[in-house]
């Protein structure tokens, strides 16, 4: 029997607590989890795969590349740039998942404010695949009025990126 490994959650973002959360996972052969890592935490590459980002910029410095403590802004969902920061940052190594975690806000008035947690755990399995979760929790009342749509954008949106991260690491 073969156990998975799982996001690591902080209590304030657990799945289920806030107003929208999704997962989204693909499992795949003939990738390795450092071929989608580095497609994955090189910002400068993802507008070429996911259509659903825009304004990638570090306002501290650093990037394009993502690290721990790393802070950077993007826009996504149509919402303005999100100030974003890496709170969990592990590169995947032999028997160890690849960790990437941040948070983003967006504040102004109560219909405005966005407190989000999106994560990423990438790991290979065996007989040459690799597994990509990406999962996120989203609190404020942006984020319950995203909840509501049908089809969910934002699950929609996370398996575009999941969809186009893989293409990107295929080639």
Not at 11 to 31: A, H, R
Not at 37 to 53: A, F, P, Q
Not at 144 to 167: C, F, I, K, Y
């Amino acid at each position: 029997m073969t156990t998975q490994n799982a996001i690591n959650w902080p209590e304030k973002y657990l799945p289920g607590t806030g107003d929208n959360f999704v997962s989204n996972e693909m499992i795949v052969q003939g990738i390795t989890a450092a071929q989608v890592w580095h497609h994955l935490i090189d910002t400068s590459e993802w507008e070429g795969y996911y259509d659903n980002v825009a304004d990638i910029s570090f306002p501290q410095g650093g990037g394009p590349e993502l690290k721990d403590d790393l802070v950077f802004s993007f826009g996504t969902f149509g919402f303005p740039p999100l100030a974003a920061h890496v709170v969990e940052f592990q590169a995947p190594a032999e028997g160890v998942p690849g960790r990437l975690s941040w948070t983003a806000q967006q504040d102004g008035r109560p219909e405005e404010q966005l407190d989000v947690l999106h994560a990423w755990l990438v790991e290979d399995l065996p007989g040459g695949r690799v597994r990509i979760l990406t999962q996120e929790t989203q609190i404020g009342q942006p984020a319950a009025a995203l909840a509501g749509e049908r089809p969910n954008p934002m699950l929609n949106g996370h398996q575009a990126w999941l969809d186009g991260l893989v293409s990107a690491a295929s080639r």
